[in-house]
């Protein structure tokens, strides 16, 4: 140890007075800023990539476009100023052609996708479910068990359920719907939603509707988004988790783990009840009635996850889309009204409206698509790790971060006429009497609302059914009237953390009154 002592610079270190050490401390840190930032602009591998400089050698602006809830809007503008490519952050790219989403989205090897996935929009630690779960073969081998969920007769099955809350919808707007100002719609679909996926997922009953409350359940995760978009921030700029814990109502933290509680003892009768459920749902294949039930701590732990995510999976773009089609459809007349006549020129009865019958309505699938367009349910980019490959004719080196802005293609009018305006009619054949040859030219097969590849929605068609269902119902049955909030804007006024926060939205809900019904 003493000759440790003699050396020069530790005898000097020794020595030092307090505003020397302060001086050293402060040069290391100089040095060591200059040759990062250095490395960052002349010799990291995603270098050679135009973007913001900032961007290039601190997370700061991806942090601060993220807390902000601007995170799309932020992409792309960058895309505008720098091209197809632009570099977001030091190691992250985002692209924007349909080429480059196929690339980074579909390419597989053996069955599985080359492009792994990051941990942003994971949530919650050890068991990842289906879909946090990076390991390709691990989430396969869930999706896999998964899929005959989604088969059409499975979706089928699933049907009644579906009719069941969207008639208990209808039967809480007769009550209350014109009433005063109405109803917010943003609060009252979040609860149609919920109420409908948790039963859909594992025959939970959350029952929003029915006593016209929210829950401690649904609270909590919505009021989980800010921090949830802070703790994946925080695992690019790790000082962020100081400031979280301010950001966030303590009653919501102090709330969380009964949310996983609650979630808990929601699949333990799941698993009590297997084989004697009311109605079929997703669970059934993951714990078959003649299937032995789990008997480990891990075997359990695994169902919760992915019980709940299928809840979330369920909930979410449902939630999305039906807000945001009140919202355009409130300030759309025209479209509103077209839709309106599609709807109850086909249907003479209340009771004959089925998933079937829905086929045929080109204007209320055309509106669904346009809502998908003008409000994506993704705006996170889902980013992926290269493996070291060619996306969109242009080598990205192993390691670097892809993500894909549908956002700013489905905005774009390199792909889309109007881009920024709702135009259904856009999504229509030259045979419909609603087409306009203005939109013959936009390149609608670049928009995938329920992506691409391997990890692609399995969902996406009893999504359809759900949407189609909800509004082919609603506008049959009531005149909508907007009150409040129609100065609102998606420009001005959305906002993307882990979910979607909007600005409120009031409408009532007219109840057509037709002879004999």
Not at 134 to 139: C, G, I, M, Y
Not at 372 to 389: E, F
Not at 474 to 496: C, H, P, Q, Y
């Amino acid at each position: 140890m003493s000759q440790f002592n003699s050396l020069p610079l530790l005898s000097s270190l020794k020595d030092a007075t307090r505003s020397q050490w302060f001086s050293f401390v402060f040069t290391a840190i100089s040095v060591y800023t200059i040759a990062r930032t250095i490395y960052l602009l002349k010799f990291h591998p995603a270098s050679k990539f135009p973007g913001p400089k900032l961007a290039a050698i601190s997370n700061i602006p991806y942090a601060y476009h993220w807390i902000s809830g601007r995170w799309p809007w932020a992409v792309e503008s960058m895309l505008k100023q720098y091209g197809k490519i632009v570099r977001v952050a030091p190691n992250e790219l985002a692209f924007i052609t349909p080429e480059a989403k196929v690339d980074i989205l579909g390419s597989t090897q053996g069955g599985y996708e080359t492009f792994l996935k990051t941990d942003l929009m994971d949530f919650g630690a050890g068991d990842r479910g289906f879909i946090w779960e990076a390991d390709p073969v691990k989430r396969k081998e869930v999706a896999k068990r998964l899929l005959p969920a989604f088969s059409p007769k499975a979706t089928k099955a699933k049907e009644p359920t579906v009719h069941y809350y969207i008639d208990l919808f209808i039967e809480r707007m007769k009550e209350i719907g014109y009433k005063g100002d109405g109803i917010e719609v943003t609060k009252w679909t979040t609860w149609f939603a919920a109420d409908l996926s948790a039963d859909l997922a594992y025959n939970r009953e959350l029952n929003h509707m029915r006593d016209q409350r929210s829950s401690e359940f649904l609270d909590t995760l919505l009021g989980t988004s800010l921090y949830g978009t802070l703790s994946q921030v925080s695992k690019k700029l790790p000082i962020v988790n100081i400031f979280a814990l301010f950001f966030v109502s303590p009653s919501v933290l102090r709330s969380l783990p009964g949310v996983f509680k609650m979630n808990s003892e929601a699949v333990q009768r799941r698993i009590d009840i297997r084989g004697t459920t009311p109605h079929p749902d997703f669970v059934d294949y993951m714990l078959p009635a003649n299937a032995a039930p789990p008997t480990t701590k891990k075997e359990k732990i695994h169902l919760e996850q992915v019980a709940l995510q299928l809840f979330i999976a369920g909930y979410d773009p449902i939630q999305i889309t039906l807000n945001a089609v009140f919202f355009f459809l409130v300030k759309e007349p025209n479209a509103r009204k077209i839709l309106v006549r599609e709807i109850r020129d086909a249907f003479q009865v209340y009771d004959r409206i089925n998933a079937d019958a829905l086929v045929e309505l080109k204007y209320l699938h055309a509106v669904i698509s346009e809502t998908m367009r003008v409000h994506i349910t993704n705006g996170t980019g889902m980013p992926r790790i290269s493996p070291g490959a060619v996306v969109d004719g242009v080598y990205i080196p192993k390691g670097i971060v892809c993500q894909i802005s549908s956002f700013a293609a489905a905005r774009s009018p390199d792909y889309f006429c109007d881009p920024l305006e709702f135009r259904p009619e856009r999504w229509l054949q030259a045979h419909h009497p609603a087409y306009n040859p203005r939109y013959a030219n936009d390149q609608i097969k670049t928009l995938h609302p329920f992506g691409v590849g391997p990890r692609m929605c399995t969902g996406r068609e009893i999504a359809w059914q759900q949407v189609k269902l909800f509004l082919a119902k609603v506008l049959w049955t009531f005149d909508i009237e907007a009150v409040k909030g129609m100065e609102s804007s998606f420009n001005d006024d959305f906002r993307l953390y882990a979910m979607w926060k909007r600005p409120e939205v009031w409408v009532r809900f007219h109840h057509v009154e037709r002879e004999g019904q």
